[in-house]
T-cell receptor, first 109, second 117 residues
């Protein structure tokens, strides 16, 4: 079956750096996406990786290793507003998005 | 670009009644729209894939007679929860499919919080 694993919850301190990991096993691979979702709101797109390596976008970076079925989202200079759930999603060979359960990130002052 | 409007944002209804949720793509034509449901502290669960002009494809375990989906135009898909029960209370989110290089293929509406009393 298809499976995406990410930690349920993480806690970090304002101003620090946090890395949220995602491992996946899917039928084929056509890209990996990270979304941010605040409580009661729809997800918002953060990043997209289809080739191995690091994609940097401001305070957020996303890394992909296709051979390892592994990605991480790196958040730098954490702000209180970064408290949210972070969803990892993989597009499989049928171009269907397979969603992880999400990682709830708690930022403490 | 790629804006999706979902209405209503929240709705409270009595058990046994029906509720219609609208999802509109405002600046693109969405041949395909997806309907998700999200229970508290859980991830998105795909309910059905809606294709303009044809019947929706429902995921396993989703009752097609209870969750009626209509996608009559390239910019509008509707989800009707029929004979709602308290266990249908959830956050419903639609998304329109539009491929953009290097970006998300899904463009989400703001979601509808349904509470059935």
């Amino acid at each position: 079956g298809q499976n995406i694993d990410q930690p349920t919850e993480m806690t970090a301190t304002e101003g620090a750096i946090v890395q949220i990991n995602c491992t996946y096993q899917t039928s084929g691979f056509n890209g990996l996406f990270w979304y941010q979702q605040h409580a009661g709101e729809a997800p918002t797109f953060l990043s997209y990786n289809v080739l191995d390596g690091l994609e940097e976008k401001g305070r957020f970076s996303s890394f992909l290793s296709r051979s390892k079925g592994y990605s991480y989202l790196l958040l730098k200079e954490l702000q209180m507003k970064d408290s949210a759930s972070y969803l990892c999603a993989v597009r499989d060979s049928n171009y269907q998005l397979i969603w992880g359960a999400g990682t709830k990130l708690i930022i403490k002052p | 670009g790629a804006v999706v409007s979902q209405h209503p944002s929240w709705v409270i209804c009595k058990s046994g009644t029906s509720v219609k949720i609208e999802c509109r793509s405002l600046d693109f034509q969405a041949t395909t729209m997806f309907w998700y449901r999200q229970f508290p502290k859980q991830s998105l669960m795909l309910m059905a894939t809606s294709n303009e002009g044809s019947k929706a494809t429902y995921e396993q375990g989703v009752e097609k007679d209870k969750f009626l989906i209509n996608h009559a135009s390239l910019t509008l898909s509707t989800l009707t929860v029929t004979s709602a029960h308290p266990e249908d209370s959830s956050f419903y989110i639609c998304s329109g499919l539009r491929e953009e290089k290097g970006s998300s293929p899904l463009h989400f509406g703001n979601g509808t919080r349904l509470t059935v009393t």
